[in-house]
């Protein structure tokens, strides 16, 4: 074990075993947060059940393939982190926007053009780090914590289903979810490195197997999949609408600061350099395969991608950093993607199974955008700049209705708390002079 607590380092090679285990703890991580996506713009665009289908398929494939490239570096794109990469939550109300105008061709248009500006930003981010700083890279890696934990204390609650039928908040859905928390918390602090980095697989299956004794998993309710899918590039069409790409573009530039900040976060938890040549080459690279991912997903069917904050959380809990961990993710990615009815079984996971779990993940997120910040020298000028950041982002994200009566395009760009406070961040940080006596 090195000194950051890691079991296993960025370039190290676990044994098969470990390597497959900790693999599958990532997979189970962010599946959910894959398929997510796609089943909301499914169902907002009344998309029938073989195209939804289809897509969940194409979210995972392509999270797979996304996935490999940041990990195993091909050419200039890649970060050559323990990086997994999958269906952004950021591009869901512009995706749903552009389908109202142009359907599913002006969808991936859209992500294809957009995502250009991307790429854009990762070739002058030498440039660039003028303005994103360590500490806006801090503020926004807090931030994306703390939206996440709200995503978490939701499902922790029973989930927008519970939210629905009264049962939100019930003792028996907070019960499960305090039960995996738990159990993470116990195996976690094991002196014992398998139990370690299983906790997080071990802390799920028992909270699964207790919540279906309990009757919240039903399996009479299984729909209709296809039982295989094959990719088909432009399965569905492409058109370009202006508008959409716009709306893309800007929520891109956004990503491109939050691949940023997960990089960071990701350096810093695996004991890699968080400033320097060493450390800007990886962010460019990871900014660029966050572009040309999102560009392949157009293509093949898909939304856009970006890097799962989720992922770093899972590092630091199981204390393994190796990116050949990354090659196993990506592969059960791909495999998943050919066959629609396991994500169909995962989806049937109880919400507060997975809240228990992901809240402790996205806290470790939060707390890494903290220590990045405290490494900082906190003077007057980087007050303001929190405070002013803190204060919009999770003002919107606490009371989205501020935004009400501005145009629906300014409202799906700035709904987000980290769009609006890693903007406040950057324009703060840029705008306030201050001369210390």
């Not at 019930?170 to 299983?198: D, E, P, T, W």
């Not at 350096?267 to 800007?280: A, Q, R």
Request: aromatic content about 10%; hydrophobic content about 50%.
């Amino acid at each position: 074990m090195d000194n950051n607590g890691l079991i296993y380092g960025l370039e190290d090679r676990p044994p098969l075993k470990d390597t497959l285990f900790a693999a599958l703890q990532h997979l189970l991580a962010i599946f959910v947060a894959i398929i997510t996506p796609p089943l909301i713009i499914s169902g907002a665009l009344g998309l029938d059940i073989q195209t939804t289908s289809y897509l969940v398929s194409m979210s995972l494939f392509v999270s797979g393939i996304a996935t490999f490239i940041q990990c195993r570096k091909v050419g200039p794109a890649g970060c050559g982190l323990l990086c997994v990469q999958g269906t952004s939550f950021s591009f869901i109300s512009p995706i749903i926007m552009a389908g109202a105008i142009g359907g599913l061709p002006a969808i991936f248009g859209a992500t294809m053009v957009g995502a250009l500006a991307e790429v854009f930003i990762s070739r002058i981010l030498k440039y660039a780090m003028k303005i994103i700083t360590p500490l806006v890279s801090g503020i926004v890696v807090t931030l994306i914590g703390m939206s996440l934990i709200k995503v978490g204390i939701t499902s922790c609650g029973g989930g927008t289903a519970a939210l629905e039928n009264g049962t939100f908040g019930s003792f028996q859905n907070l019960g499960i979810a305090a039960l995996v928390l738990v159990l993470i918390v116990l195996f976690n602090r094991s002196s014992n490195r398998y139990l370690r980095m299983g906790s997080i697989i071990i802390g799920i299956t028992i909270g699964y197997v207790v919540s279906y004794f309990c009757g919240m998993v039903d399996f009479s309710n299984m729909p209709d999949y296809s039982l295989f899918n094959v990719p088909l590039p432009f399965k569905y069409g492409v058109s370009f609408n202006f508008s959409a790409i716009l709306a893309f573009a800007l929520v891109y530039v956004i990503t491109a600061i939050e691949a940023y900040g997960d990089i960071t976060a990701n350096s810093l938890i695996s004991g890699e350099p968080v400033e320097g040549e060493k450390f800007l080459k990886r962010a460019q690279g990871g900014i660029l395969a966050d572009g040309v991912n999102s560009f392949l997903a157009g293509m093949l069917n898909s939304f856009p991608n970006s890097i799962f904050a989720q992922n770093n959380g899972m590092i630091q809990l199981t204390g393994v950093a190796s990116r050949y961990v990354g090659y196993f993710i990506a592969l059960f990615l791909v495999l998943l993607g050919f066959f629609p009815i396991v994500g169909v079984i995962f989806s049937f996971m109880p919400d507060p199974v997975l809240g228990g779990a992901t809240l402790l993940m996205f806290g470790t997120v939060a707390s890494a955008g903290v220590k990045i910040i405290a490494s900082q020298k906190i003077d007057r000028k980087a007050t303001l700049v929190i405070a002013i950041s803190f204060s919009m982002g999770l003002g919107v994200e606490l009371y989205p209705e501020i935004l009400s009566q501005f145009p629906e395009t300014v409202k799906n760009i700035f709904s987000s708390g980290i769009t609006t406070g890693g903007l406040a961040a950057i324009i703060s940080n840029m705008v306030i002079r201050i001369k210390e006596e």
